[in-house]
């Protein structure tokens, strides 16, 4: 089974300030992981995924994440945070087959921006 | 691509109610995904569809819940008898076969009273 924990459900960083989003997966086959973002009454929105290329993963509106076996980690960052990127984000793994490709979803982190 | 659509956006309901989501997918996504979402927690898999064929299930998804795709294309998810625990953001997916990418829809917000 595949499972993901998002450590902290609530992150306050001041504007500008680096955005850092923690996020450790447990699969027993090499991971498909993404990053996603929900905005409040939305639906959510995909920001990045790691499909077994490249370890650093760059996404939309200026996140990238790295995926580290050694560490199953998959952390999300942004260099400077914006008002705009005050939203709650989710980190999840897929299950990739025939039987389709089903996403487990972490808790999610609720990301404040202070000005 | 106008995206995945969801219908109603908000259903207030009285418990022992019956009420029915519809889904529009994308229209070239043959997969087809139904998640819950309770306040303050990730959304949980429920069920999935491959053109018209339901081919997994969630333990989540008693025996209450009904979804059908009758025609590949559009979808319905059914709660029967509605209990207050059932007060939950259903979002709605699709993606096409062999891209791992899945678009959400809005949601649809069931409050049981």
């Known amino acids: 089974a595949q499972s993901v924990t998002q450590l902290g459900s609530h992150v306050s960083v001041s504007e500008g300030a680096l955005v850092l989003l923690r996020c450790n997966y447990s699969?027993?086959?090499?991971?498909?992981l993404f990053w996603y973002v929900q905005y409040p009454n939305q639906g959510l929105q995909l920001l990045l995924k790691y499909t077994s290329a490249a370890t650093l993963v760059k996404g939309i509106n200026g996140f990238e994440a790295e995926f580290k076996k050694s560490e199953t980690s998959f952390h999300l960052t942004k260099p400077s945070a914006h008002m705009s990127d005050a939203a709650e984000y989710f980190c999840a793994v897929m299950r990739v087959g025939a039987a389709g490709n089903k996403l487990t979803f972490g808790g999610g982190t609720r990301v404040l921006v202070k000005p | 691509d106008t995206g995945v659509s969801q219908d109603p956006r908000h259903k207030i309901t009285k418990r022992g109610q019956n009420v029915t989501f519809r889904c529009d997918p994308i229209?070239?996504?043959?997969?087809l995904y139904w998640y819950r979402q309770t306040l303050g927690q990730g959304p949980e898999f429920l069920t999935y569809?491959?053109?018209?064929?339901?081919?997994?299930k969630s333990r989540l998804l008693s025996d209450r819940f009904s979804a059908e795709r009758p025609k590949g294309s559009f979808s319905t998810l059914e709660i029967q008898r509605t209990e207050q625990g059932d007060s939950a953001m259903y979002l709605c997916?699709?993606?096409?076969?062999?891209?791992?990418?899945?678009?959400f829809g809005s949601g649809t917000q069931l409050s049981v009273l």
């Open positions: 997916a699709s993606s096409r076969q062999g891209n791992e990418k899945l678009f």
């Open positions: 229209s070239e996504h043959n997969r």
């Open positions: 569809f491959q053109n018209e064929a339901q081919l997994e």
């Open positions: 699969s027993s086959v090499p991971p498909y």
